[in-house]
């Protein structure tokens, strides 16, 4: 499939998607199943015309991502194919979390929920919705985990194949969710840089393959600006002030940050000042060590960190992350995996929210980037908690277990309790 040729044979119906445009020069080229410039190679995002947009109208609509399909670009008839429907997770009042941070009024955003349990589900939904637009009949990705889950589930949902790439190291956990669903899972000996590279290769000569994260990119990474959506909403149309967000290929953070910059413009809200705050794991931190260097470009890392969600060592939209961040007067910042593993007991027993790696990690950041006066602990402020800790077992195994071990009678409880 080539621009040319969908641009003169093919009347595509992506909602209110008009155009994709190159994030460094502006170049517009018409919708299609690309990701690259072609007059300077820069990332290309999908450009808009909205119409018709209004707060009666996104809150009649389904009770998923789908609210906002006059925001996305996908059919207009998107709902009327099998999918995921994910979305509209709770927002939670995290009170006595935010006790522990210092954060006197705290959100977490749960995306536990999803379908696949975890934000994974949002943009593979919007992805797919337009591979079927674009006539793809394959949908595939390279994964950490969590994208390769939400793939095969929504492929095995819509009657479609699904090829994944893993890593080969990749958590027992996710390797186990993705091959259930029934599809192609192939795990490959290296990095995820190493799997994603092996990717797009593999996109540039399977024509009918719908890699979600490399040739139908751009409509992919719009998924995530339902996050931002959603928290207006769930807020009563209002922005937080702060918003503390994980950094792998640093797409969500930004999308996050193009939501909340569009629903401004379109009068859903008031747009009022709000700060992007990245959160990464130290053993790979290459957008928080930029950040903390002063540099617009973010060098390659070799990951080593159970976060293996956010390792990836050389992430696509690190400068982006770093523009959102110092525009709107946040940060980056990175934890150790000790302090992950610390964050993910302190949310599971202080909310009830039992969060994968990559949740431990955006709650570490936010403890400390209060404790380093980064973050301003009067504020409002939502934490994003993407994914279920479930996944990611292995991480807390050595950490949780019995309080006691005893024989069968009440004394021994007893003094168990004393001993507790």
Known sequence: MTVDALSTTTTLNLGPARALSCRECGHEIPLAPEFACPECFGPLEVAYDFAGVTRERIEAGPKSIWRYASLLPVPTNVTEHPNTEPGLTRLVRAERLGKELGIKKLWVKDDTGNPTHSFKDRVVAVALAAARELGFTVLACPSTGNLANAVAAAAARAGWRSVVLVPSSLEKAKIQMTAVYGGTLIAVNGTYDDVNRLATELAAEEEDWAFVNVNVRPYYAEGSKTLGYEVAEQLGWRLPEQIVVPVASGSQLTKVDKAF????????????????????????????????????????????????????????????????????????????????????????????????????????????????????????????????????????????????????????????????
């Open 261 to 420: 910059g569009e629903l401004g413009k379109l009068g859903l809200v008031e747009p009022t000042a709000y700060r992007m705050f990245g959160a990464q794991a130290t053993g790979c931190s290459p957008v928080s060590t930029a950040y903390a260097e002063g540099h617009d470009v973010v060098r390659p890392v070799r990951p080593d960190t159970i976060a293996r969600s956010l390792a990836i060592g050389n992430p696509a939209d690190g400068p982006y992350v770093l523009d959102s961040v110092r525009r709107t007067g946040g940060a980056v910042a990175d934890v150790s995996d000790d302090e992950v593993v610390d964050a993910i007991r302190l949310l599971a027993r202080t909310e009830g929210i039992f969060a994968e790696t990559a949740g431990g990690v955006t709650v570490a950041t936010a403890r400390k980037l209060v404790e380093t006066g980064k973050l301003d602990p009067d504020a409002e402020t939502v934490l994003l908690i993407t994914g279920d800790g479930l996944k990611t077992l292995d991480a807390v195994a050595d950490h949780v277990g019995p309080t006691a071990t005893v024989d069968i009678s009440t004394a021994a409880v007893r003094e168990a309790l004393k001993q507790s």
